[in-house]
Structures are given as structure tokens and as C-alpha cells.
T-cell receptor, first 113, second 114 residues
């Protein structure tokens, strides 16, 4: 079946540091890939998405590129802020899965001033 | 503004009790979902519904039940058969056929067994 694996957390960075959160997936065919963010005590918000190989999703300074050859969708940001502290989830949807998202385990990011 | 409302925000359950979590959406979305979130395990799908009066089990449906009598409502009952119900529960909705791009999540209900 489909699965998503994220790097172990938590990740702790200083403000303005470079961020990478690794995400790899297993799926039959060509899934659509997503990054969601969850701020403390809240639900999930869509951060960015990509629907086909080599697509780059971007939003709020975050980027991720759909790499079919390595089945990866790593999240990056050049300069993190304290306000980026949250839990980040990589997820996929594939084919006729009726919109059911498959999530990775989540990565906690803490950014210190 | 359109959105999803989950209530209550915090819920405490005694051993052996059934409890019902509310999820209401005014987005006119066809599909609704319940996910369970545990630390370090991501979100796991409990139940989902594509249309009124129809729903399917997700990956961890044992000990849970749902109903979909109205398009805007998808309540989740955590029964006494669920042995480890303490978790954060998230409801979501989407237009069918959007491929997940139109997912909207509620703000969640934290259930604790006391």
C-alpha cells in the first residue's frame, strides 16, 4: 500500500537557519504530494503541493520538489523564523483513493530567536 | 465564513463510556473524514464518507462508529470497545474529485480517558 516516511524529529533551529525536512514515499503510480503544517492546538493547513514529477510547490518561503527518481518530496526553507515553529506533515493522494490522504508521522520544528 | 467546526475542543471520558465528537461543515463539501492523531504516528484514517447515508471504514475503524444523515454533519462516536481512545481527533472535508487540494480541517477535539 501507499506510505510516507518523514525524517525523525524534533528539529531545533536558530532563527534564519536553513531548514530541510526529508520526506520519501511509496506508492503505485504517480501520487500527488503535499506538505501540511499544524500550529499548536490547531488543525492542519495546506502549505504546498505538487502533482507530477519535477513540479516544485512553494508557499511562504517554503519549497519542495517532486522527485520521482528518488521518490522524495523534501521540504526546504532558506531562512526560518520563530513563527515557523509547528508540526509539518508530508502526505500523498493516489489515483482512486477517494481523496484519502496518507500522512507521514510528522516532524516537530522549533525555531529559537 | 465557511469552515469546519469541531466540538468540544476538550473531552474527558470515563472508562466504559461512549462519547460523541461533533463535526459540522458549511462548505457544501461532499466528502468528510475522521483522522486520529497520536504523537509520532501522524494521522490515521478512522472513517470517511463520500455522500450522505454512506460511509466506509478507514485504517483504524475498530471501536468507532459514524453516521452521515446530513451533508453538513459527520459525528464520530468513540465506543467503550476502543481500548486506547486518548488522542487528538481531526475532522476534514473536501469536494469529491478535487484530488485533495480542497481539504479543509477542523481545529480538532482532544479526548482524554480519566
Amino acid at each position: 500500500g501507499n506510505s510516507v516516511t518523514q525524517m525523525e524529529g524534533p528539529v531545533t533551529l536558530s532563527e534564519e537557519a536553513f531548514l530541510t525536512i526529508n520526506c520519501t514515499y511509496t506508492a503505485t503510480g504517480y501520487p500527488s504530494l503535499f506538505w501540511y503544517v499544524q500550529y499548536p492546538g490547531e488543525g492542519l493547513q495546506l502549505l504546498l503541493k505538487a502533482t507530477k514529477a519535477d513540479d516544485k510547490g512553494s508557499n511562504k518561503g517554503f519549497e519542495a520538489t517532486y522527485r520521482k527518481e528518488t521518490t522524495s518530496f523534501h521540504l526546504e526553507k532558506g531562512s526560518v523564523q520563530v513563527s515557523d515553529s509547528a508540526v509539518y506533515f508530508c502526505a500523498l493522494i493516489w489515483g482512486t483513493s477517494y481523496g484519502k490522504l496518507t500522512f507521514g508521522q510528522g516532524t516537530i520544528l522549533t525555531v529559537h530567536p | 465564513d465557511g469552515g469546519i467546526t469541531q466540538s468540544p475542543k476538550y473531552l474527558f471520558r470515563k472508562e466504559g463510556q461512549n462519547v460523541t465528537l461533533s463535526c459540522e461543515q458549511n462548505l457544501n463539501h461532499d466528502a468528510m473524514y475522521w483522522y486520529r492523531q497520536d504523537p509520532g504516528q501522524g494521522l490515521r484514517l478512522i472513517y470517511y464518507s463520500q455522500i450522505v447515508n454512506d460511509f466506509q471504514k478507514g485504517d483504524i475503524a475498530e471501536g468507532y462508529s459514524v453516521s452521515r444523515e446530513k451533508k453538513e454533519s459527520f459525528p464520530l462516536t468513540v465506543t467503550s470497545a476502543q481500548k486506547n481512545p486518548t488522542a487528538f481527533y481531526l475532522c476534514a472535508s473536501t469536494d469529491s474529485g478535487t484530488g485533495g487540494f480542497g481539504y479543509t480541517f477542523g481545529s480538532g477535539t482532544r479526548l482524554t480517558v480519566v
